[in-house]
């Protein structure tokens, strides 16, 4: 079944840097790869997601590069802001379109 | 407004006391989901439902039951709940029969004592 791994588990930028979360999956037959957000003490939202026929999707100040070859994806967080101090998550669809697959999470500081 | 809901948000119990958690959408998705999060963790699936009627296991289903008699309503049972079964549970659904674009409820946290 699919794996997924995400690194780094804690992330600390300089407010105004760039940010980088990188996750590997392990099924090459995966297709759909959403990552959310998750402030504290609140439910986990959808911020972007990137399909298998796509390698880059940008929303802002958010990307998502996807690698099918090396089988890992990343979010990049440009000009970083308080508000985005949280924990964010990577999926992996678990074999079909019915599950998903989660990372274990990167929790995101941005120092004043 | 657009949104899922659970209850109760917070509920301590003892072990083996069944109890039943609810969620209710009101987007008229067919896709809903239960997921529990540990700290470490990330987010686990237990069981998800395509539509009515139509369920099937996650990843931990072990000690929990559901059903899916209503579109919108899918709630989460214990049936004999144990000290490993305290953690954050979230109720998701999304339009279509698929996880894409997941909504989630606000949560609720249980303790088992």
């Known amino acids: 079944g699919e794996n997924v791994e995400q690194h780094p588990s804690t992330l600390s930028v300089q407010e105004g840097d760039s940010a980088v979360i990188k996750c590997t999956y392990s099924d090459s037959a995966s297709n759909y790869f959403p990552w959310y957000k998750q402030e504290l003490g609140k439910r986990p939202q959808l911020i972007i997601d990137i399909r298998s026929n796509v390698g880059e999707k940008k929303d802002q100040r958010i990307a998502v590069t996807l690698n099918k070859t090396a089988k890992h994806f990343s979010l990049h967080i440009t000009e970083t802001q308080p508000e985005d101090s949280a924990v964010y998550f990577c999926a992996a669809p678990g074999g079909s379109n019915y599950q998903l697959i989660w990372g274990a999470g990167t929790k995101l500081i941005i120092k004043p | 407004e657009a949104q899922v809901t659970q209850n109760p948000r917070y509920l301590i119990t003892v072990t083996g006391k069944k109890l039943t958690v609810t969620c209710s959408q009101n987007?008229?998705?067919?896709?809903m989901s239960w997921y529990r999060q540990d700290p470490g963790l990330g987010l686990r699936q237990i069981y998800y439902s395509m539509n009515v009627e139509v369920t099937d296991k996650g990843d931990v289903p072990e000690g929990y039951k559901v059903s899916r008699k209503e579109k919108r309503n899918f709630p989460l049972i214990l049936e004999s709940p144990s000290p490993n079964q305290t953690s954050l549970y979230f109720c998701a659904s999304s339009f279509g029969d698929t996880t894409y674009e997941q909504y989630f409820g606000p949560g609720t946290r249980l303790t088992v004592t």
């Open positions: 987007m008229n998705h067919e896709y």
